[in-house]
C-alpha cells in the first residue's frame, strides 16, 4: 500500500515569513495529493489537492508542487498570518484508499 | 447546513462493551470514510464504502465492523471495546472515489 512521509513534524515561522511542508510518498500509481488544515479540536478541513498530471496549483498565499519522478510533493505558506497555526497533514491516493502523512504542527510567531 | 453529522461527540465507554459511532451525511455523496486520529500517526483508513451496500476494509480495521444499507449512513461498530481504541474518530464522505473528502467533527472515544 501507498506510504506517506512528511518532513518536518514540528515549524516555527515568523509572521510574514513562508512556510515549506514537503512529503514523500512510494506508489508510483499514486495520482491525488490533498493538503489538510486541522485546528485545535477541530476536523480537519481541505485547503488544496493536486493531481499527477498537474505540476503546481496556487490559491492565494497557497501553493502545492508536485514531482512525480521524485515521488515527493510540498505546501508552501507565502506572508504567514498568525491563523496559520495550525496541523498540516499531506496525503496521498491511487484510488479510493488516502495514505495520510503523520502531520507537521505549524507555529506562526507575531 | 448541508455536510456531516457525527454522534455521539464523545464517549467514555468500559472495555468489552459494545459502541457504535454513528455518521449521516446530506451531499448525497457515494463513498464514506471512517479513520482514527491517534497523536503522532495521523489518520488511519478503518474501513471505507465507494457505495451504498459496499464496504471495504482500509489500514487499520481489525475490532470494527461497518454498514452502509443507505446512502447517508455509514455506522462503525466496535463490538467488544479495548482501551486500545482509545481515539478520536472521523468520518468522512467524498461524491465519488478519488474526490476531495470532507470531514465530520470527530467523535472522542475513550476506553476504560
Known amino acids: 500500500g501507498e506510504n506517506v512521509e512528511q518532513h518536518p513534524s514540528t515549524l516555527s515561522v515568523q509572521e510574514g515569513d513562508s512556510a515549506v511542508i514537503k512529503c514523500t510518498y512510494s506508489?508510483?500509481?499514486?495520482?491525488?495529493f490533498p493538503w489538510y488544515k486541522q485546528e485545535l479540536g477541530k476536523r480537519p478541513q481541505l485547503i488544496i489537492d493536486?493531481?499527477?498530471?498537474?505540476g503546481e496549483k496556487k490559491d492565494q498565499r497557497i501553493a502545492v508542487t508536485l514531482n512525480k519522478t521524485a515521488k515527493h510533493f510540498s505546501l508552501h505558506i507565502t506572508e504567514t498570518q498568525p491563523e496559520d497555526s495550525a496541523v498540516y497533514f499531506c496525503?496521498?491516493?491511487?484510488?479510493?484508499?488516502?495514505?495520510f502523512g503523520a502531520g507537521t504542527t505549524v507555529t506562526v510567531r507575531a | 447546513i448541508a455536510g456531516i453529522t457525527q454522534a455521539p461527540t464523545s464517549q467514555i465507554l468500559a472495555a468489552g462493551r459494545r459502541m457504535t459511532l454513528r455518521c449521516t451525511q446530506d451531499?448525497?455523496?457515494?463513498?464514506m470514510y471512517w479513520y482514527r486520529q491517534d497523536l503522532g500517526l495521523g489518520l488511519r483508513l478503518i474501513h471505507y464504502?465507494?457505495?451504498?451496500?459496499?464496504?471495504g476494509k482500509g489500514e487499520v480495521p481489525d475490532g470494527y465492523s461497518v454498514s452502509r444499507a443507505n446512502t447517508d449512513d455509514f455506522p462503525l461498530t466496535l463490538a467488544s471495546a479495548v482501551p486500545s481504541q482509545t481515539s478520536v474518530y472521523f468520518c468522512?464522505?467524498?461524491?465519488?472515489?478519488?474526490?476531495?473528502?470532507?470531514f465530520g467533527d470527530g467523535t472522542r472515544l475513550s476506553i476504560l
Open positions: 506508489d508510483s500509481a499514486s495520482n491525488y
Open positions: 464504502s465507494n457505495t451504498a451496500g459496499t464496504t
Open positions: 493536486i493531481r499527477s498530471n498537474v
Open positions: 496525503a496521498g491516493s491511487n484510488d479510493y484508499k488516502l495514505s
Open positions: 451531499m448525497r455523496h457515494n463513498a
Open positions: 468522512a464522505s467524498s461524491d465519488w472515489v478519488g474526490q476531495p473528502q470532507h
